[in-house]
């Protein structure tokens, strides 16, 4: 009884010890820059991007523990640039970025329709 309570010890914290790893951040060398995805406890990407020369670079994304992307932004050698987005179940937030600094906020919720011109 003894030495199979101490087998199923024994395995048990091998699967504990392998889910941990697991959480644990990707780095992928991509060129000359770094793939870097983060994990949620779940084992769900919360967060995916870039790096070069250790600086957050090109397009980051986060997601929810369901998978559900929750905001994507942009960085130019670790500066916020650009249009960035948020999303919840209700509302979408455009913020817009220059010089690393906040130019503009936009908020859309279900109520307020959306057009699309082409």
């Known amino acids: 009884m003894k030495k199979t309570l101490l087998i199923f010890a ?3 914290s091998l699967v504990m010890v392998a889910q941990k790893v697991e ?3 990707k780095l992928e060398k991509e060129g000359e820059m770094v793939k870097a995805t983060y994990f949620h406890e779940n084992g769900q990407i919360a ?3 870039y790096y070069l020369n250790g600086k957050l670079h090109g397009e980051w994304k986060a997601f929810d523990e369901n998978g559900k992307k ?3 932004a942009k960085y130019e050698n670790g500066k916020k640039t650009g249009k960035w987005f948020f999303w919840n179940d209700k509302i979408l937030k455009e913020v817009n970025y220059q010089d690393n600094r ?3 906020v936009t908020t859309w919720n279900n109520a ?3 057009v699309v011109t082409e």
């Open 10 to 12: 024994m395995l048990f």
């Open 23 to 25: 959480n644990k951040p």
């Open 47 to 49: 967060q995916t991007g």
């Open 70 to 72: 929750t905001a994507m």
């Open 102 to 104: 906040i130019t503009n």
């Open 112 to 114: 307020s329709p959306v």
